[in-house]
């Protein structure tokens, strides 16, 4: 099993980073302060408009360690990678099958149903640890009806259709959100998702987790040899990681919802850290949005036992795990692709 290396996150406004030797260097007006070796790390995201020097980028690119940018509200700049790693036999079977409606509808239904069940896991959760203060009634009519989703999901025949369950289901899930934040109401509300720009604190920090998460999901298709840009439910367009958003499905309710619930109720992050930008909408101050970070890499390190697999995983190496699986199953190897399904 491939090991669990760390993240390096850059959030400093006029950082700058480089190359010495064999480690990353970051600098601040020319100032060094903080290195790192770069076998400990297997991705750098930066946040806001940093430098990099290009002995860097090529050291990123012959080491394989992900080198993102993204803007400071968290949205998607640019990212450099080295030469196309994996299997050629692999990423032509990929794209054969892309184009095949029928694979893309079941594997499609795999997904959606996956992030369906995980959503109804989370809201049986909220009702087991707050049984005093969520509704009862309402949680269990909506595990109900995200019972009753899954079915039909699996039922589907038309990618258009299952689309529309999905969104449904999300409806469902999203509209029992607000009831699992049970501290800090006044500074955390919820009534509904929305996000380019994200409107609420609730909103930005999901939309910047979903960030996080998609940095992780694609690197990991990536490191298996498949094409994150080529997916089966998310329809192809020019810059969009449509395979990468497909795995994502199945780990937003257990990674990033579960992540920004927590932090919300255990009062790790307040509504002091959150502010308006000329567009309307919320962001994160820099020392929110370093908070944040460390509990994902911590939320990263933490242990779950991998119902397929059947053995303990860190939870930063989900994506890995399932990239791998989906790999095999394309592949022939197995006869399914095994959805992750927490509990």
């Known amino acids: 099993m491939r090991k669990l290396l760390n993240t390096l996150y850059i959030t400093t406004p006029g950082s700058y980073l480089s190359k010495d030797g064999e480690n990353v260097v970051v600098k601040i007006e ?20 940093m430098g990099a020097s290009p002995s860097l980028m090529a050291m990123c690119s012959e080491k394989n360690i992900g080198l993102s940018f993204l803007s400071e509200h968290g949205y998607f700049l640019g990212r450099v990678s080295g030469p196309v790693s994996g299997n050629v036999l692999l990423r032509r079977k990929q794209y054969r099958m892309a184009d095949n409606e029928k694979f893309c509808n079941e594997i499609s239904k795999i997904f959606i149903a996956g992030k369906i069940s995980n959503s109804r896991t989370v809201l049986q959760r909220a009702l087991r640890d707050h049984p005093g203060e969520v509704k009862p009634v309402a949680f269990e009519e909506g595990v109900s009806l995200l019972g009753n989703k899954i ?47 994200p409107r609420d604190n609730v909103n930005a920090m999901l939309s910047f987790v979903y960030v996080l998460l998609m940095h992780e999901v694609r690197s990991a298709l990536e490191s298996v040899g498949l094409d994150p840009c080529v997916g089966f439910l998310h329809t192809d367009r020019p810059g969009r990681q449509s395979l990468a958003l497909d795995m994502m499905e199945e780990f937003r309710p257990y990674i990033a919802d579960r992540l920004v619930l927590s932090l919300i109720n255990r009062k790790q992050i307040n509504g002091k850290g959150f502010s308006s930008f000329d567009e309307g909408g919320i962001v994160m101050n820099d020392t929110t949005r370093k908070e944040l970070l460390v509990a994902w890499q911590k939320r990263k390190q933490e242990e779950v036992n991998h119902p397929y697999l059947e053995t303990s995983v860190p939870v930063g190496l989900l994506p890995y795990t399932q990239a791998l699986l989906l790999a095999r199953y394309l592949r022939g190897d197995i006869d399914n692709y095994p959805v992750f399904l927490s509990k």
């Not at 020319?30 to 946040?47: D, L, Q, Y």
């Not at 699996?154 to 999203?174: D, P, Q, T, V, W």
């Not at 959100?177 to 380019?196: E, H, L, S, Y």
């Open 30 to 49: 020319n100032e060094e302060k903080f290195r790192i070796p770069a076998h400990n790390i297997e991705g750098i995201v930066c946040f806001g408009y």
């Open 151 to 197: 079915k039909r999901v699996m039922n589907c025949k038309s990618n258009s259709i299952l689309r529309g369950i999905e969104g449904e289901a999300a409806n469902i899930y999203f509209g029992l959100f607000d009831q699992m934040i049970v501290a800090q109401k006044t500074d955390f509300q919820f009534n509904g998702r929305n996000r380019r720009p």
